[in-house]
Antibody
């Protein structure tokens, strides 16, 4: 059974960096059939996909334009975990952050998110 | 970015009712459409992927249909544990966007 355990601070000051880690059990961050995502949820923005990393002989990264200049997702194979760093945060970045496993349907190219972490509430405030 | 619009935003229904939730994409997404449900204070859970494929362990009273821009999630006979918020998500092209949610409440 795949489980994702999130860790990181719940309070970040404006202009600083938000950093969260997601430890994987039951799967590998180097899996050739999974992608490791960060998604956040807030009342004002709803569910928002922040990006992913996946391994296919090397690591690939996908980020939406909305956060691309501020975000880094990293995979740590030695600890079997992945992380999120979001720079220059503002109160608009206040949200519940989820780490999420994405997989591709074995019968075709459909991608979906089947395992979610419990979520970390991050508040951006001085 | 592809916009996903769900209707209704909220819905009141009774145990045993048949319920349908609609999701519309701003452009064709073939069948790259997933459905999730979420209870208060918890993370989302996968219900249906590829528009109509039931995730393992999900009861058969849930079904999904559609292709192109219009999709539906149907619950054939509501059970007490089904009262939650439901979200659609497109994975046709990044960024992968979600609908705003449909809150299903007990009448």
């Amino acid at each position: 059974q795949v489980q994702l355990q999130q860790s990181g601070p719940g309070l970040v000051k404006p202009s600083q960096s938000l950093s969260l880690t997601c430890a994987i059990s039951g799967d590998s961050v180097s899996s050739n059939s999974a992608a490791w995502n960060w998604i956040r949820q807030s009342p004002s923005r709803g569910l928002e996909w922040l990006g992913r990393t996946y391994y296919r002989s090397k690591y690939y990264y996908d980020y939406p334009a909305s956060v691309k200049s501020r975000i880094t997702i990293n995979a740590d194979t030695s600890k079997n975990q992945f992380s999120l760093q979001l720079n220059s945060v503002t109160p608009e970045d206040t949200a519940v952050y989820y780490c999420v496993r994405g997989v591709w349907d074995s019968r075709g190219p459909h991608f979906y998110m089947d395992v979610w972490g419990k979520g970390t509430t991050v508040t951006v405030s001085s | 970015d592809i916009q996903m619009t769900q209707s209704p935003s909220s819905l009141s229904a009774s145990v045993g009712d048949r319920v349908t939730i609609t999701c519309r994409a701003s452009q064709s997404i073939s069948d790259y459409l997933n459905w999730y449900w979420q209870k208060p204070g918890k993370g989302p859970n996968l219900l249906i992927y590829a528009a109509s494929s039931l995730q393992s362990g999900v009861p058969s009273r849930f079904s999904g249909s559609g292709s192109g821009t219009d999709f539906t999630l149907t619950i054939s006979s509501l059970q007490p544990e089904d009262f939650a918020t439901y979200y659609c998500q497109q994975t046709y092209s990044a960024p992968y966007t979600f609908g705003q949610g449909t809150r299903l409440e007990i009448k």
